[in-house]
């Protein structure tokens, strides 16, 4: 019963592409976050969500851009990759009422 | 502005001894406190929550508001147990942010 679905599990890409991850989710919820996860770094907090074209900044957001048209559809893009962006990005979504989040695959992207 | 903090990056145990995974944050509001738990080759997922005071496998975790702190407890540990733990802030309201701690890897030896 899989609820939140990144389109890649991996992606390898090179300096300067313009990479785009999407996230889907099949809950209705209407927040929505990207973090990268990094070893020692725990779990870093890009952007987030919290309606249809609605976004706010998380604690990195420098070098990323994110586009939430659809309710269950948050893509986060890269508008030149670089190659201290390789890291493994996940997706969530959040139910409001319980505040639990749940957590995609991951996307681990590697820039060469 | 909302912050967790982890101690310990790893915490090595054995079998039968009890845990304590520690998490202390800062935020301003009320906030609510989360611990959530990536096994091996699995996704995160939620383990427990503040709000509803429940014990899952065996782990318990207390709010302490005048101390900032939500450590995890489990008074035997198993080597199931084994994974990254993440402690967790949400914020209050509309537009309610989600922090994560930088994780604890906890290895629970035989």
């Known amino acids: 019963d899989v609820k939140v679905t990144q389109s890649s599990r991996y992606l390898v890409k090179r300096t300067g592409e313009k990479v785009f991850l999407e996230c889907v989710q099949d809950?209705?919820?209407?927040?929505m976050f990207w973090y990268r996860q990094d070893p020692g770094l725990g779990l870093r907090l890009i952007y987030f969500s919290y309606d249809v074209k609605m976004k706010e900044k998380g604690d990195i957001p420098e070098g990323y851009s994110v586009s939430r048209e659809k309710k269950e559809r948050f893509s986060l893009i890269l508008e030149s990759a670089s190659t201290n962006q390789t890291s493994m990005y996940l997706c969530a979504s959040l139910n409001r009422d319980t505040t639990e989040a749940f957590f995609g695959q991951g996307t681990r992207l590697t820039v060469v | 502005a909302q912050r967790v903090t982890q101690p310990e990056k790893l915490l090595s145990v054995f079998k039968g001894a009890p845990v304590e995974l520690k998490c202390n944050y800062s935020?301003?509001?009320?906030?609510?406190l989360f611990w959530y738990v990536q096994y091996s080759r699995q996704r995160l997922q939620l383990l427990l929550r503040h709000i509803s005071r429940e014990s899952i496998k065996g782990f318990t975790a207390d709010l302490n508001k005048g101390e900032t702190s939500f450590h995890l407890k489990k008074p035997f540990a198993q080597e199931e147990d084994s994974a990254m733990y993440y402690c967790?802030?949400?914020?209050?309201?509309?537009?309610?942010?989600?922090?994560f701690g930088p994780g604890t890897r906890l290895s629970v030896l035989p």
């Open positions: 809950m209705d919820h209407e927040n």
């Open positions: 967790a802030l949400s914020g209050s309201g509309y537009g309610q942010n989600f922090v």
């Open positions: 935020y301003s509001g009320s906030p609510e």
